[in-house]
């Protein structure tokens, strides 16, 4: 096997659920995989309290921080177009697949995912093998990157709910949390819409 | 129309990467001054299976990834071998350009005050006839014979004819050091020097100086092609950057290749060849010592640099000579790093994803750190007066001969300091360590030295 990061070729160390497939072989080297950095307590959010997006989302957990080693790996993930990346982190999602709740990607605007070829959100859920409803869609094609974290959190409604989701409990997934702008109002436009409850899970914490 | 033909001519490149508006890039296309490929390419391998080979166009990579892609709504290729050079699947787009060839008048100057030494100068005017006659060449000179001297005259001969030219490497390393030599000696010619990173040109230039991955964008486009340092890593493992080389020149050129450890498969295949066993300075090639370190892993990994080495060290640093010391993996160096810095403060490591590489290397040579602990990335290519080296470990797989030759080849360059010290530390002496000494002891007694 070689590594999908560092592309040497690497020994897996043998274990019965590997064995007996329940659990998958591993796609990169132990160096590489050593390199990520989980986020072992989530810190609570307060800084939507006051704001008309408080209690939207009922809470947030992420897999990993943004060390250097992230970023060096999105970036050939979601910009470079690495669509096979999105493998690594089979694990992380994998559980996603026992929860009872129905579990929302936060979608690309179409223009977006058209010039990007693939959803870097939906991708983790496909090769996970997580069943997902895509209930939201993006209203403008606009990115957050360049904002500050004021402009962002007024900014208008970034979403709109095409499903009927009354009384659902719903996990919101993305990739990063930033500011939590994009998922304060998927959660705010889940929750007008009837959601019950809403929760969000990321890949990575900035 | 100009803009786009200097840019394009001889390359294959990404039809939205280019810098140019697309509708202009569809008008050429309409116009037939552009083709237009497919980014991945099939073959029928059987009729009744209909199975099909599929491969990257740009770098001929076959294991591809597939993907739902949005754009092409079904299930797309992509290759992953050439991603940085931006991605290639196939809904992408390739071009090339068809359209009226570069005329240009050659005006070159060749500006090199050196002096060749004898055998310089008969290895360099055979490299010319073989040039001339279009036949292949293969120069087999020791580390610090001035191969990048020899090549001068030969250069400068295909250039002022209106030939294309291009010195490849696979080392990144060495297209820094040989580009700004290339220049110096031809002022007045247009040079581009392309590897990974480097700033994007978009004129013409008639001699290119490239590690061998950036061949992938080139198509047809070269009369000549050198490959300096062919046996070096990844270039022989790699059989796409072979074909980089073989599909970036044009059907006639002939590459002709240098080296200072070549292949037995290599030295079977060419004809022409020329072979300079000693240094231009006239003193002999060091001769590695070979001691013995037992259980240096375990030493170091338990917090002590073995006593030899550690010796060894202090010895240069007192001594105020810069030493370059080799390990076998990033790993192994790492866990090394701190116990160096209680000798000295001054030491760094660096190894190939280092993105300071360039910097610490030119503070060994400038002399603001006294020694470097280095993975076999810098085993070739560069030249540091006065430097001693030790390889520690040397009986691992990944030293092979022609690597330990390299190593070897960092100590005594320069005239100033044409000795100093060679030591393989080892844990057993291996094959290729063997090897290695009695290829430099062969050298130098063909050199006439005992």
Redesign the interface.
Known sequence: MNCLICSTSFIESASWQKLFLIKPADVICN?CRSKFEKILKTKSENEWSGTIYEGALDSVKSFYTYNDWMKHVFQ?YKF?????LAKIFVEDFRPLRQVQELIVPIPLHPEM???????QVD?FL?DANVPFKNVLSKTENRSQVGKTRKDRMSTELLFSVQENVQEQHIVLIDDLYTTGTTLHHAAFALKKAGAQTVRAITLIRV | MEEIQTFLSGRIWLKEKTPFPLPTIEDYIQKGFIIPHKGIQSKQLSRILKSKQHHCRRCGFEQLSSFQCAKCKGPCLYCRHCIRMGRVSSCTVLITWSGPGIKQVPSHLFSWEGKLTPKQDLASKELLQSVRQNQSHLIHAVCGAGKTELLFPAVFDLLERGKRVCVATPRTDVVLELAPRFQQVFPQTVIHSLYGGSPEYTNYAQLIIATTHQLYRFEEAFDVIFVDEADAFPYTLDVTLQNAVNKAKKKAAAVHTITATPSDELLRQTVNKSVISGRFHGFPLPVPRFVGLWNYKKHIRIGAIPQKLKKWTMHCLHQNQPFLIFFPTIELMEQALPLFLILHSEILSVHAEDPNRKEKVLKLRERKVIGLLTTTILERGITIPDVQVAVVGADELIFTSSALIQIGGRVGRSIEYPNGDLVFFHHGISYAMDKAKETIEAHNKDSGFK
């Open positions: 160096q050939q470079q177009l690495d669509v096979e995912l058209h010039e990007r070829t693939f959803s991708q496909i």
